[in-house]
């Protein structure tokens, strides 16, 4: 039951970290440096829309970790979109980065997180 809890948990912490990026941070523009390195990496145009249009997949994205629908697939797809994601803006917008070359780090952190979640802790837990 303790690794029910825990997944769980990290199922939460995961789907938190979507929205807060989403909702918060983009589509909202609580914090403009989002905006910012899509202006950089696409150019001024439209920009404004576009982060909005990722924050509205981030904000899905946290919709599908919750429903646990095709678990495997989502963690794969997560996983595919934030080292994407982070190469681009390190490559393109390395000083836009609140956490500059380190980012890199958090990123690695938070793959490995939804990979354990999704492929270690999710073979020892029961779903109804």
């Known amino acids: 039951m303790k690794t029910q809890k825990l997944y769980n948990l990290l ?8 929205v807060i990026n989403g909702m918060f941070c ?14 950089r990496i696409i150019g001024n145009a439209n920009s404004r829309a576009i982060t909005i249009l ?13 429903s646990h629908y095709k678990l ?8 595919c979109i934030v080292a994407i994601m982070n190469l ?3 490559v393109l917008a ?3 980065l609140l956490w500059g070359t380190f980012n890199s780090l958090f990123a690695l952190l938070f793959i490995a997180v939804v990979y354990h979640t999704n492929f270690k802790t999710h073979n020892y837990v029961s779903f109804p």
């Not at 199922?11 to 979507?18: C, E, G, P, Q, S």
């Not at 495997?72 to 996983?79: E, P, R, S, V």
């Open 11 to 18: 199922h939460i912490i995961i789907a938190l970290v979507w």
């Open 26 to 39: 983009k589509i909202l523009n609580l914090v403009p440096r989002h905006q910012e390195i899509v202006e």
């Open 54 to 66: 990722i924050g509205v997949a981030e904000v899905c994205m946290a919709i599908w970790i919750l």
């Open 72 to 79: 495997k697939l989502n963690a794969i797809t997560q996983i």
């Open 88 to 90: 681009i803006e390190f």
């Open 94 to 96: 390395q000083d836009l």
